[in-house]
């Protein structure tokens, strides 16, 4: 193992290292956290650190805060959550082996070396006993992550593990700053620095400066190296206020235990089992008589991330959202049974465009356990199927049935007691009333709710409230086609211009599709599209017989309408007031230092806009916006989080200088 991957945030007075696994016997003591947590009176305690290294100091702190909740079942405190930073991330052999010496810590280490993410900067959430432990893994330079960790005017920091002696003496303000921007009141810190030179003056005086109240610890002496010291601290007035800018504000519901959700597709499930982890009352109301008759009904859909080589915010979305949505379904399938298959999915370089777009994908030198180019055998040999392309292949792709998997999600949602499953409810009006939301549905009767997440897909625009947000209806009907000696050899998924997914075992069936009719709401059959889903096959893999001996002759299939935006990135986070916003940011060209906070119809929500990728984006999308109510740590950057709020597109034209009008 090479230095860089040696865990580095602590000293022996041996080998000028202190061991790992003493690591939170240093900062869990000087941080009384045990002590702490029997007082807290929040539902979620927050540790940071500066590196995660080996693991071990998270593993021990899962260990101890797990004992604790064993010996205090009535505490307050309900959920840890860990936040880390590593610019130099161990690949999973060498945290596997980093941890192996460590029998103790094996329930939890488990289960992040299952989840463990490859090497992709920004924020990789990993959820672990069910919720009852979140950690935030930021990789990347620090003075690069910490700007963009997202805080509101309270901060959502309660506790520092830090190692400045590993950090350079130019990075040290910027982040003492950083540390004290997230930081709470009442926040604690604990830090190593070095003795030689006047680093240890320098960081007091940087800490200081930013809000601590610092003093050296002379506990542990015999624990570190003559060298190091421990600085000790406490935020006693938070100096610093929400760390985003006033137009993409992130509020939180002012009462999270009751939440209405509307809808009943993968989006409203994952938003649902999210909020539920977190303690929180779920009234789900869906127009249909069972969930996933809508646009997550099909039999099969892909599981793929949406990337390009340009590092922009698709792909800084989709990256740690696909790996997210791998880790929700592999938890979803220990409780529940739903069809899927982690197969793999290879998209074929068919053409001249395809070929140039995958090539701009491939320069943006993803991991290989990310997307990975394969020629033409190699392709063959992958996909046991004869296309005569190259192509790229995501290993950790796959295929899943969403309406099983949506059903599955809500029964398990239903099996905690914390979901309410109402049926044939179409609601169809909102109405702000004494501080909670009255909702309408098509026979007239009413419900109240203190907060309110819209999640039905196109129909979002039947709500007066929501109506503005620039997302639009897309109409794509699927194929089904029965397996033959060739198809049933399929085994990727196969994407082309339109995919092909390997046989479901069950029906003895594959999918092929989707055609695209933008605006368009209708689910009759429609025989030309029918005949499209094949001949697009056909076209794009013109030199082999069995895209032509396809049968399509039974007729079936299904269409469905999604939700989709211009940009490809969903809308999610507060429902802007529109009509406000536009007056209020009339002159934001010119007045942004002085701009207000984004008008907005409070305690109302959207996750709306999800497109074709849905599966790879859903369950994040749902953890985002349950950690949004609940006022936790947001699990994206600043970058990213700005790219999805609901106000996104209004703004830019805003701070363009140009003029909004109504939507057309």
């Not at 940071?48 to 260990?63: N, Y």
């Not at 059959?525 to 001996?549: A, G, M």
Request: glycine residues 6%.
């Amino acid at each position: 193992m090479s230095d860089k991957h040696i865990e580095q945030t602590v000293l022996n007075s041996n080998d000028n290292r202190i061991s790992p696994s003493h690591l939170c016997d240093i900062f869990l003591p000087q941080n009384g956290l045990q002590e702490r947590w029997k007082a807290f009176t929040r539902r979620r305690f927050v540790i940071a650190e500066t590196g995660f290294g080996t693991s071990l100091s998270f593993l021990s702190a899962c260990q101890q805060f797990t004992q604790f909740r064993q010996a205090n079942p009535t505490a307050t405190v309900k959920e840890l959550h860990f936040i880390s930073f590593e610019q130099h991330p161990l690949t999973k052999s060498e945290l596997i082996k980093a941890t192996e010496a460590k029998p103790e810590f094996a329930h939890f280490s488990q289960q992040l070396q299952a989840h463990y993410p490859p090497d992709i900067s920004d924020c990789h959430r990993i959820v672990l006993d069910d919720g009852l432990i979140t950690l935030d893994l930021w990789f990347g330079d620090i003075t690069d992550s910490m700007p963009q960790v997202w805080t509101n005017d309270d901060g959502i920091v309660d506790a520092w593990f830090t190692d400045f002696s590993q950090i350079e003496a130019a990075d040290m303000h910027q982040v003492a700053e950083s540390i004290a921007i997230l930081a709470r009141k009442n926040s604690t810190i604990h830090t190593i620095t070095s003795h030689q030179g006047n680093q240890q003056d320098v960081l007091k005086q940087n800490l200081t400066e930013a809000g601590f109240e610092m003093a050296e610890s002379h506990n542990h002496r015999n624990s570190i190296s003559p060298t190091h010291r421990l600085l000790v601290g406490s935020v006693k007035t938070r100096q610093y206020q929400a760390n985003s800018k006033p137009w993409f504000t992130r509020t939180s519901a002012t009462n999270a235990n009751d939440v209405a959700i509307i809808g009943g597709g993968v989006a409203s499930a994952t938003t649902a089992l999210a909020l539920i982890r977190r303690g929180v009352n779920v009234t789900l109301y869906c127009a249909d008589s069972l969930p996933a008759e809508g646009a997550s009904g099909n039999r099969q859909g892909a599981v793929y991330p949406l990337l390009n080589g340009s590092n922009d915010c698709l792909t800084r979305f989709f990256g740690p959202a696909f790996f997210y949505a791998r880790q929700f379904v592999e938890q979803a399938a220990m409780n529940s049974t739903f069809s899927h298959d982690w197969c793999g999915v290879t998209q074929l370089a068919w053409d001249e465009k395809s070929t140039s777009k995958i090539n701009k994908m491939l320069s943006g030198n993803f991991p290989q356990e990310l997307v990975h180019a394969l020629d033409i055998e190699q392709t063959k040999q992958k996909t046991a199927i004869t296309s005569n392309f190259s192509s790229v292949y995501y290993p950790f792709g796959g295929w899943l049935c969403p309406q099983e998997l949506t059903r599955a999600l809500i029964k398990q949602a239903q099996d905690t007691g914390r979901l309410t499953l109402k049926s044939d409810v179409d609601i169809c009006g909102l109405e702000s009333t004494n501080e909670q939301w009255q909702l309408t549905d098509s026979t007239g009767n009413q419900f109240t709710h203190n907060t309110v997440i819209i999640a039905n897909g196109h129909r979002f625009s039947e709500f007066e409230q929501a109506k503005q947000i620039p997302a639009y209806s897309v109409r794509g009907q699927v194929s089904h086609i029965p397996t033959d000696d060739t198809l049933s050899t399929l085994k990727t998924v196969l994407c082309y211009d339109g995919y092909l997914t390997p046989q479901n075992i069950t029906t003895k069936t594959h999918c092929i599709g989707a055609s695209y009719r933008r605006n368009s709401a209708d689910l009759a059959f429609c025989e030309t599209e029918h005949q499209d889903n094949k001949q697009r096959l056909v076209h794009c893999i013109p030199d082999v017989e069995w895209p032509k001996n396809v049968d399509i002759s039974a007729n079936q299939s299904r269409a469905g309408v999604r939700c989709a935006s211009r940009d490809h990135l969903p809308f999610v986070g507060n429902i802007c007031r529109y009509e406000a916003l536009i007056e209020q940011y009339k002159d934001l060209r010119d007045n942004q230092a002085t701009a207000e906070t984004v008008p907005i119809y409070a305690n109302l929500y959207s996750i709306v806009g999800l497109g074709s990728r849905g599966l790879s984006s859903a369950p994040l999308l749902g953890e985002l916006l349950a950690s949004q109510i609940c006022g936790d740590p947001l699990p994206l950057p600043h970058t990213v989080l700005n790219a999805l709020h609901p106000g996104r597109m209004w703004v830019r034209r805003l701070v363009r200088g140009k003029q909004l009008g109504s939507k057309s």
